[in-house]
């Protein structure tokens, strides 16, 4: 049977299609600048307000960011922190979400309300240094993964896809039995891959951006990760800063306009790359998110 689509519905789907073409253009059209800008010359950017697609493509701010060893080193650091800490995330956050959605656990609600209590209050930065200072972690990559190991918001969201989950899968595994955490690893998390797999891109984007945490609490350079040593590179460019950052003195420094979308490229492509493989996921986890959270 043909469905045909009336008048109204059609200028209904032209609409939809008009509004969302020019979202999704405003949406790349900044980000085609910025990768414009970093190839541009120094001529080219102040001639042209608005450059998208430069005339003649310059390599001089990427090869001023390369410059320095310290860049390389930065990113295995980057990925380091992104895998262990988005693998301590989720280990956090599942398990304690998966406890939290048994309704024979003695205290859960009181737990509940304690981490909901940790949404709306926190202790500040002062108290957050001190404690991780006591615990001795200064200086260790574990200072930059361990505070942030639960998100609040996200152990809620796991905690109702869990309860939506049959409860006659979950006791026919305990009959047979299995344990609890052999129904977790067995029936729960292989049932949990789409939302897994959401808070797994969540938790990654968040270890990769974050610089303030390394700046705080990893005073070795050497441990530094990318986006740190990326904003030396900007300051240093612009003479606010010292030596932080050993670059070659003899590289003629570009546009400081140029650098810093050179910058911006190099700190958001790598992350960017991960997304295609969990695309199929992604979506299906958001919705399930969207639905049940």
């Known amino acids: 049977m043909k469905i045909t689509n009336s008048l109204s519905g059609k200028m209904f789907d032209t609409a939809n299609i008009l509004f969302l073409g020019l979202f999704s253009l405003c949406a790349f059209v900044p980000f085609l600048y910025i990768i414009g800008g970093s190839f541009a010359t120094d001529a080219e950017l102040m001639a042209r307000p608005l450059l998208l697609i430069p005339k003649t493509i310059s390599l001089d ?164 990760p990318l986006q740190v040593v990326l904003r030396q590179i900007v300051l240093l460019s612009q003479g606010t800063i010292g030596s932080t950052v050993d670059m070659d003195p003899n590289f003629v420094k570009p546009p400081d306009q140029s650098i810093k979308m050179a910058v911006i490229i190099v700190g958001t492509v790598p992350i960017m790359l991960v997304y295609p493989f969990l695309q199929k996921h992604f979506a299906k986890g958001v919705l399930i998110g969207a639905l049940k959270g």
Not at 88 to 95: A, G, P, R, S
Not at 97 to 116: D, E, F, K, Q, T
Not at 198 to 224: C, E, P, Q, R
């Open 61 to 224: 701010s990427y090869r001023y960011i390369f410059t320095t060893n310290m860049l390389y080193r930065s990113i295995f650091v980057s990925i380091y922190i992104t895998v262990i800490g988005t693998g301590v995330n989720l280990f956090f956050t599942f398990t304690m979400a998966y406890a939290l959605s048994r309704n024979y656990l003695a205290g859960r609600n009181l737990v509940m309300n304690l981490v909901i209590f940790s949404m709306l209050f926190s202790g500040g930065l002062i108290p957050s240094y001190l404690v991780v200072k006591e615990l001795g972690l200064l200086n260790t990559y574990w200072a930059v993964m361990l505070p942030g190991a639960i998100s609040a918001f996200n152990m809620i969201i796991v905690k109702t896809f869990f309860q939506e989950l049959p409860v006659e899968l979950l006791e026919s595994a305990r009959i047979d039995g299995c344990s609890d955490l052999g129904v977790l690893w067995r029936i729960v998390l292989p049932l949990s891959k789409p939302i897994m797999a959401t808070f797994a891109l969540f938790y990654a984007v968040g270890h990769w951006n974050d610089f303030f945490s390394a700046m705080i609490y990893l005073d070795d350079n050497t441990k530094w």
